[in-house]
């Protein structure tokens, strides 16, 4: 079993930033991706920012220079950083991690960008 715990969230105003961790019960090594995603109100979860097996970062073009991910593997804790924040980026986030057999989530951390 897999569990993975986001924290960070908040209310922040614009051009704020925030950093999104997420802490893994098993070894980032075990995962075959593992990345951020987040779903606004009325929209459908979308893809933030992600590693691959080599560890290679890629980010959704709306976050791009603004958005950076990065691990800790000594915690097994997953980061997100977030800079320059917008309204836009108003949503539930979510941490994902993938097996080959298995998809895993955590419980999502609300991130407000507002005045």
């Known amino acids: 079993q897999v569990q993975l715990v986001e924290s960070g969230g908040g209310l922040v105003q614009p051009g704020g930033s925030l950093r999104l961790s997420c802490a893994s019960s098993?070894?980032?090594?075990?995962?075959?991706?593992m990345g951020w995603y987040r779903q606004a109100p009325g929209r459908q979860r979308e893809s933030v920012a992600y590693f691959t097996s080599a560890q290679t970062p890629n980010y959704a073009d709306a976050v791009k220079g603004r958005f950076t991910i990065s691990t800790d593997t000594s915690q097994n804790t997953l980061y997100l950083q977030m800079n320059s924040l917008k309204p836009d980026d108003t949503a539930v986030y979510y941490c994902?991690?993938?097996?080959?057999?298995?998809?895993?989530w955590g419980q999502g951390t609300q991130v407000t960008v507002s005045t």
């Open positions: 098993r070894s980032i090594f075990s995962f075959t991706s």
């Open positions: 994902n991690a993938k097996r080959a057999y298995g998809d895993y």
